[in-house]
T-cell receptor, first 108, second 113 residues
């Protein structure tokens, strides 16, 4: 599979903050996907992006498909406690390749 | 709809034992996938199927086998379990090439000792 670099590896959020994470690849993808995984559960699809430059929102989540087709970012606005979990990016070129994930936890 | 179901939820195997991880979906999806997730890593594709009777290898197929005799079921077989196969296994299905309707099962946590 293709190598995806997802950053940051982990982050702490405070309720109300806007947070951002991104994913880069050395290869071009046809589709970018963002998932959230809660402990003990399977990943749940948050946003799917199908076209370079596309900007898509799902509630407080916004994701963009990079113009070069080699990157994507996910923003979460006005964080709430239930935003904690692991966020994965995935790129598709006939098969899915996943990033290693960004672990989001609440700052005490 | 139950979505994607996986059994068992947990299993401990001894080295050399075999087992089958079950995956069933009731959404009439053509595409089904098996992934493994190691700690701190993203999901890696083991095998996939684009319809009954059609399967193909993914990124990490060694040590595994699959079959797809029906649209609903996509079992994953481990013949000679090895410690390197200790992982969490996820099954997923999607109606077609577009991923906006992809569903994952809850996972099977497998430990090989």
């Amino acid at each position: 599979g293709q190598q995806l670099n997802q950053s940051p590896q982990s982050m702490f959020i405070q309720e109300g903050e806007d947070v951002s994470m991104n994913c880069t690849s050395s290869s071009i993808f046809n589709t970018w996907l963002w998932y959230k995984q809660d402990p003990g559960e399977g990943p749940v699809l948050l946003i799917a992006l199908y076209k370079a430059g596309e900007l898509t929102s799902n509630g407080r989540l916004t994701a963009q498909f990079g113009i070069t087709r080699k990157d994507s970012f996910l923003n979460i606005s006005a964080s709430i406690p239930s935003d904690v979990g692991i966020y994965f990016c995935a790129g598709e070129d006939y098969k899915l390749s996943f990033g290693a994930g960004t672990t989001v936890t609440v700052r005490a | 709809n139950a979505g994607v179901t996986q059994t068992p939820k947990f299993r401990i195997l001894k080295i050399g034992q075999s087992m089958t991880l079950q995956c069933t979906q009731d959404m009439n999806h053509n595409y089904m996938y098996w992934y493994r997730q190691d700690p701190g890593m993203g999901l890696k594709l083991i095998y996939y199927s684009v319809g009954a009777g059609i399967t193909d290898k993914g990124e990490v197929p060694n040590g595994y086998n699959v079959s797809r005799s029906t649209t609903e079921d996509f079992p994953l077989r481990l013949e000679l379990a090895a410690p390197s196969q200790t992982s969490v296994y996820f099954c997923a299905s999607v109606a077609g090439p577009a991923y906006n309707e992809q569903f994952f099962g809850p996972g099977t946590r497998l430990t090989v000792l």
